[in-house]
């Protein structure tokens, strides 16, 4: 069974950094373009960022873009997402997800069950 | 940019149901649609526009290409009480639609 674990959620204050976990079991992480997925509690859906399946290509929302780094270890079955400069809009809940196989133009056929980031003095 | 209609919708049992879902540009078939029930993570039921993923109920359907999409729920259950969202992958970055809360009467 398909399984993606986020963690390293948290509550951080403004200006401040946090690394985001994704641990996947089930499957060969290395196989597959990876993302991150926001959402503030009771909104919609906010595409943060991906990476291909070796780690070479990254993209980014341009409300991260400069703040925020995506990187994988394959060997680890891990996602990353490192956070810094936090700002109050950054608050939501981040999901792991993870494309259907092929680049990134494709959907997205599993999701972690969300880490909460709370930015607040 | 993709613009979902309605925002919210109060439905019937046995009801059925059309979701819209218009891109600002065109983006061929590459729309997928999923559900979120409250307190969950989504889950995708159509990929490509109309293509259903195993396990999903024959009541979902979806259709559509270029910049004019539609999710349809045949028949409606209360089970189907949910969020929807389209998302496009045709191109970076990769956006949602805001989303249609079905509210079951």
């Known amino acids: 069974e398909v399984q993606l674990v986020e963690s390293g959620g948290g509550l951080v204050q403004p200006g401040g950094s946090l690394r985001l976990f994704c641990a996947g079991s089930g499957f060969t992480l290395s196989s597959y373009w990876m993302y991150w997925v926001r959402q503030v509690p009771g909104k919609g859906l906010e595409w943060v960022s991906g990476v291909n399946s070796d780690g070479s290509s990254t993209t980014y929302a341009e409300s991260v873009k400069g703040r925020f780094t995506i990187s994988r270890d394959n060997a680890k079955n891990t996602l990353y997402l490192q956070m810094n400069s936090l700002r109050a809009e950054d608050t939501a809940v981040y999901y792991c997800?993870?494309?259907?196989?092929?680049?990134?133009?494709?959907?997205?056929?599993?999701w972690g069950q969300g880490t909460l980031v709370t930015v607040s003095s | 940019v993709l613009t979902q209609s309605p925002d919210f919708q109060s439905v019937t049992p046995n009801e059925k149901v059309t979701i819209t879902c218009r891109a600002s540009?065109?983006?061929?078939?590459?729309l997928h649609w999923y559900q979120q029930k409250s307190g969950q993570s989504p889950k995708l039921l159509i990929k490509?526009?109309?293509q259903s993923m195993p396990g999903v109920p024959s009541r979902f359907s979806g259709s559509g290409s270029g910049t004019d999409f539609t999710l349809t729920i045949n028949s409606l259950e209360a089970e189907d009480a949910a969020a929807y969202y389209c998302h496009q992958s045709r191109s970076l970055p990769i956006t949602f639609g805001q989303g249609t809360r079905l509210e079951i009467k």
């Open positions: 540009e065109s983006i061929g078939g590459v």
């Open positions: 490509f526009a109309s």
């Open positions: 997800a993870r494309v259907l196989a092929g680049g990134y133009d494709s959907a997205i056929d599993s």
